[in-house]
């Protein structure tokens, strides 16, 4: 593992400490339910606060101090009316910063810096944070669609702090996803336009990693296809075919620029080609 992995492995920031707390929590709580009847904690409050919905009704009323703060379970709506509006907004920034330059807004920038976002190089995983956001408002905009179309609601209720739980959860996932792009020259600044040998991950197997990676997406959507699909199959072959040949150039470029371009790193496939 490199050394900036392992330094990376060791750092407890402060986003990965809120996980780790509430990871604790929540293995804390299903080991006490885990408990025979006779031992686990009869505190009402304490279970007012695990449970939700259907598992709040009881053979006994529940008292009147923990009705108090019932709020209806309908509301789950509101947690993902903020995350399309929150993380769609996130998502937006990326999109503007990766590929128009744009630099995050300074209060945002800031905010992830404190929460710990990562320091180190590595562009891929931007790549990777703006598919997980985009699947995240995707999917959190079907939750949304189910909550307001598609989902029955009965009469039952959350907690106050489970629906306060709620709202902040979906804004925190954003921001953690957001965290993991490199905020080094997340600031649309060019530093020069001459041409270098890229290293590191894929690079060191093939010279157009990006080439392959969007096979990768084609293929991908052929296997959601079922495999079956020969349609589908002559757009991945000619997918294949033309990133191969961007490929290729792009390879030949790299060896005629630089004499001391890696002799075991192929243009397109892995060990390969």
């Not at 810096?113 to 995240?136: C, D, K, N, P, Y």
């Amino acid at each position: 593992m490199s050394p900036w992995a392992e330094a990376e492995l060791s750092a407890l920031n402060p986003l990965r400490a809120v996980w780790l707390t509430l990871t604790a929590a929540f293995l804390l709580t299903l080991l006490l339910q885990l408990l025979p009847p006779g031992l686990l904690p009869g505190c009402a409050i304490f279970q007012d606060l695990i449970r939700y919905g259907k598992t709040k009704c009881g053979e006994s009323p529940r008292p009147a101090a923990c009705r108090a703060f019932d709020v209806p379970k309908r509301y789950f709506s509101h947690f993902y009316i903020i995350s399309v509006l929150w993380n769609g907004f996130l998502l937006w920034c990326l999109t503007q910063s990766l590929f128009l330059g744009a630099p995050f807004p300074s209060w945002l920038h800031g905010l992830l810096r404190i929460l710990g976002a990562a320091q180190f190089q590595g562009g891929e995983l931007a790549l990777s944070a703006f598919l997980v956001l985009v699947f995240l408002w995707l999917h959190s905009l079907r939750r949304l669609f189910e909550c307001l179309y598609v989902s029955v609601f009965s009469n039952v209720m959350i907690h106050v702090v489970q629906y306060c739980f709620g709202l902040v959860y979906y804004v925190l996932v954003g921001l953690t996803v957001l965290s993991q792009v490199p905020m080094d020259g997340r600031n649309g600044v060019v530093i020069h336009c001459n041409h270098r040998i890229p290293f590191g991950d894929w690079f060191e197997y093939v010279s157009s990693p990006n080439y392959l990676a969007e096979l990768m997406i084609y293929v991908s959507m052929a296997v959601t296809f079922g495999f079956h699909n020969l349609t589908w199959w002559l757009v991945v072959t000619n997918v294949f075919f033309s990133q191969a040949l961007s490929a290729f150039l792009s390879h030949q470029f790299y060896k005629s620029k630089f004499v001391s371009y890696p002799k075991h790193r192929k243009a397109f496939l892995p060990f390969l080609f």
